[in-house]
């Protein structure tokens, strides 16, 4: 797949030439009429990324916000592999819900049962009567 072509946030394989290849999340393009997609990790960066807060200024508010140590541009018609694609929270009309145990409102809670009733996490550790 195009590197401009993976949804940001998903985690990638990327061969940098025959011999090396690395696993990296794809933070995409740092501005729109780049031909560059930012790739950044967490931890374990390879010896060819640099790291946040030295070499591109302009990447590292968004490596900080992917949570990411280090960096490195690819091209947009680079071929990726994608090994986890992020996949995008669905959009609710929910605006939360209260547990029908311990009457708790949650915020961004939707129904969890088949009968349209919501147990929040902390009932749920517990005894469910029945019909619930």
């Known amino acids: 797949m195009l590197a401009a072509n993976v949804k940001p946030g ?14 990296a999340l794809c933070i995409g393009k740092i501005d729109l009429n780049s031909i560059y997609i930012l790739l950044g990790w967490q931890s374990n960066p ?6 946040k807060y030295g070499s591109f200024p302009e990447a590292d508010p ?6 990411c140590i ?7 018609d ?9 996949r995008p929270m669905k959009a609710s009309a929910s605006c939360g819900i209260a547990c029908c145990l311990c009457h708790n409102y949650n915020n961004w809670a939707e129904p969890n049962r088949p009968n349209g009733k919501f147990i929040c996490w902390s009932c749920r550790q517990g005894w469910i009567p029945s019909g619930y």
């Open 10 to 23: 998903s985690k990638i394989k990327y061969n940098f030439n025959s011999h090396l290849c690395a696993e």
């Open 46 to 51: 390879p010896t060819f990324a640099w790291n």
């Open 62 to 67: 968004f490596l900080e916000k992917h949570g």
């Open 70 to 76: 280090a960096g490195y541009y690819i091209l947009h």
């Open 78 to 86: 680079d071929e990726v592999e994608v090994l986890e694609e992020l």
